[in-house]
């Protein structure tokens, strides 16, 4: 399990990550969500050693981060590369190498993610020969070879087609199946509602949501509910507004009201319902609402980083 | 610091370098060029001033002197022959001397000579003066438009002037022997021990060449190891690769292999080098009785190994801070010129190799290595003692300088690679150093 407690980093006075505190289990996949120069980026480098923080701990299974005790990590970061002018299997066996493994079994390993990713056939074709989309499967199975314990995939699913991002998707699930600890991070708020168990959101450094994806979900519903019913119904005690929608109704409620007594009254009409569900904001209109609002966020100096502070932040390491 | 993962990094650098086409033309063309330069050219040279004094010519002869109204006025010239230092040439037997015809023709006066020589009717126009006895002046007049003609050409002309001169008035033996004194002298100097010593410029010129050779390959090895560290970080910064690899190495590991890949990629280059180097030219250098001291190789590799260090640790901060290899290659330049600038004062090393320059040249870290290899190459011919107090402390000072170097590069290493788009300016670099 992944622990980040109280974690803090600041630049030149700017505190870009504030007092963060998370968990990710094994064999779960949790998001980290965020606005551009959220923090983001930072964290993960704090997380992946390759800054410090200037306060807090972040251990995985009770062991530091740091030296030789650190997991097996990988981390594709959003901007990501391939050194070009080698064979793909050379490529990957040298991350696999890398990551521990000894040259024979990192080029089996090899051999099993470029199956996997359908890029067998170009096992001994230079990198710079793949497509683009190739390429990003390729940087794929250069962070997923060496059986990492956790994974840090930032972006994963751009540039790669429909299918390729099945492909991923269900490359994700058997690593979660296996126990990997997957910190996924992503502006993708759909896949991050099929794929995460888990949320962290953070905004200007500061946590601004943690928790379930579904309970932050229903937390941010506007006590609104989507009726089936065959019939047209008519206003009861406790509904504010009722509108048609698609050969549903958009029922919402007043403040007060409460969703049994609603459906009771519905029913009192004679009304045959079929279903009475309540209406689940999308992540991306949390996601909207709470960086536009400001919720969480604190008055002191926090923000991105600057060009400067990040001068300041690797030297001191 | 993990071993294996060194390693690993460390072959990898290896293995990419030596596969790169750009290697494998350095490692053949370097050499072809400077056998071209060195021995093609030369021997070009040589055929061509022998292939002229070889030819036979007719020369205008203008006697305003009067003293070779008696002298024949054609003649076979005989080149001396020379001794020869080529070992493979030694045992073949040696080729009887060719004669050269000359024809004199006298002419009455300048003018006339020279309109002669304009029309292509002598090859050379010899001018004697009135006062030729007091003054010893001689003017010849040639349509020659090469740029360095040797004088020696003009060997028949100058030995028909001294024969006749000296005709009536020595035998031809105490002639000869008086125009071939200059090419029998044994010159005696005191060697290192205080001994007198036949004076043997074949091998005082192959134990200049020698460290100086071992000198200038070391700056070789030095800039080209630096180099390939230079375009590898840069080129992974470019790729933004590094991040991926820092998930799975530490900086310190990732940079400890570069160097260790890189370096040996630059120490295999020159080594191969050296190796060409003395296959082609052992015969010659057992022949003149030169071997390498193992003392010249021991400190060659010591100075190679930290004025490495010194440079790549320059040069890796150099390609993590630019934003591409274009910008990185302007900067490293002048850190390659930085290591050469001792051979532009090559004079000053040769001349007084203990002089207050060649000593601060050496002991300055940045031009230690080259320059104390010059001073060796100097000392190997003037007999001068470097004293060892001064090649320690050269040592010593490019050992530390170059663990600070490192230290110093591998946390602008660790700040560059994260930095993409923009190349921080000095101020903001020393800012970084100056952080615990």
């Known amino acids: 399990m992944l622990q980040v407690r109280n974690v803090r980093k600041v630049y030149d006075g700017r505190t870009v990550v504030n007092d963060v505190t998370f968990d990710v289990a094994a064999g779960e996949i949790f998001a980290l969500l965020g606005p551009n120069g959220a923090g983001k980026t930072t964290l993960i480098r704090m997380i992946t050693d390759i800054v410090r923080p200037d306060g807090g701990t972040i251990s995985f299974d009770g062991k530091s981060m740091t030296g030789s005790q650190r997991p097996r990590t990988a981390y594709l970061p959003e901007e990501r590369g391939l050194y070009k002018k080698v064979p793909v299997m050379d490529a990957l066996a040298y991350f696999g190498e890398l990551k521990g493994l000894s040259n024979a079994d990192a080029r089996r390993e090899a051999i099993e993610l470029l199956e996997e990713f359908g890029l067998a056939a170009w096992t001994k074709k230079q990198v710079a020969a793949l497509s683009k989309g190739m390429q990003q499967k390729l940087q794929l199975c250069s962070a997923l070879i060496g059986q990492p314990e956790l994974l840090i995939l930032d972006e994963p699913f751009t540039g790669l087609d429909p299918i390729n991002v099945q492909v991923l998707e269900d490359v994700l699930r058997r690593r979660r199946a296996e126990g990997t600890t997957v910190l996924l991070s992503t502006h993708q708020m759909n896949k991050v509602e099929q794929q995460c168990d888990r949320a962290l959101m953070i905004n200007r450094g500061h946590m601004v949501l943690y928790g379930d994806v579904g309970e932050i979900r229903r937390q941010h519903a506007a006590n609104e509910f989507l009726l089936t019913a065959d019939g047209t119904p008519r206003a009861v005690a406790g509904v504010k507004t009722l509108v048609a929608e698609n050969g549903h109704w958009r029922v919402a409620l007043e403040k007060a009201a409460h969703p049994a007594s609603v459906l009771r009254s519905l029913l009192d009409q004679g009304l045959a319902v079929r279903a009475f569900v309540p209406v689940v904001p999308p992540l991306e209109d949390i996601f909207v609402h709470v960086v536009q609002s400001g919720v969480g966020l604190d008055q002191g100096k926090s923000g991105p980083p600057t060009m400067d502070d990040l001068y300041v932040q690797v030297g001191a390491r | ?436």
Request: hydrophobic letters at 50%.
């Open chain 2, 1 to 436: 610091m993990n071993t294996n993962k060194v390693l690993v990094i460390a072959k990898r650098e290896y293995l990419t370098t030596v596969r790169r086409k750009a290697f494998v033309v350095t490692l053949l063309l370097t050499p072809a060029i400077f056998f071209f330069a060195g021995i093609v050219s030369t021997r070009m040279q040589i055929s061509q001033a022998v292939a002229r004094l070889n030819e036979g010519r007719v020369v205008a002869v203008v006697d305003s002197s009067g003293l070779y109204a008696g002298a024949p006025f054609a003649f076979d010239y005989t080149a001396p022959t020379e001794l020869n230092f080529d070992p493979r040439q030694a045992k073949k037997p040696a080729a009887a001397p060719k004669k050269v015809p000359v024809i004199l023709r006298h002419y009455t006066s300048q003018q006339v000579a020279l309109d002669s020589l304009e029309a292509g009717k002598v090859k050379s126009a010899l001018i004697i003066s009135s006062d030729f006895l007091a003054s010893g002046r001689v003017r010849i007049y040639e349509n020659d438009t090469r740029t360095f003609t040797n004088s020696s050409d003009q060997r028949p002309l100058t030995n028909w002037l001294s024969r006749n001169l000296l005709d009536g008035l020595a035998d031809s033996v105490r002639v000869d022997r008086s125009l071939g004194i200059g090419r029998r002298l044994d010159y005696f100097t005191k060697d290192r021990e205080g001994q007198w010593a036949l004076k043997d410029d074949a091998k005082e010129l192959a134990g200049f060449l020698l460290p100086f050779a071992l000198g200038f390959l070391l700056a070789m090895a030095i800039i080209t190891g630096g180099q390939y560290l230079l375009q590898g970080v840069s080129e992974e910064k470019e790729s933004r690769i590094l991040e991926s690899l820092l998930c799975s190495v530490t900086p310190a590991e990732l940079l400890t292999g570069k160097m260790l890949g890189l370096g040996s990629a630059g120490l295999t280059l020159v080594g191969v080098w050296i190796m060409a180097g003395a296959f082609t030219s052992a015969s010659v250098l057992s022949f003149i009785h030169v071997s390498v001291p193992a003392s010249l190789l021991i400190l060659g590799l010591l100075y190679f190994l930290f004025g490495y260090i010194f440079y790549a640790s320059i040069m890796m901060a150099v390609g993590s801070l630019t934003s591409n290899l274009r910008e990185a290659t302007q900067f490293s330049g002048y850190l390659t010129l930085l290591n050469v600038c001792p051979f532009w004062a090559m004079y000053v090393f040769i001349n007084t190799p203990n002089s207050a320059f060649a000593v601060g040249m050496s002991l300055f870290p940045p031009t230690a290595a080259t320059s104390m290899m010059l001073r060796m190459s100097a000392s190997a011919v003037s007999g001068a003692v470097i004293p060892p107090w001064q090649i320690a402390t050269s040592l010593g000072l490019l050992a530390v300088s170059g663990f600070l170097t490192l230290l110093a590069g591998s946390k602008l290493f660790r700040l560059g690679m994260l930095l993409y788009g923009k190349t921080p300016n000095l101020p903001e670099i020393m800012r970084i150093l100056r952080q615990p």
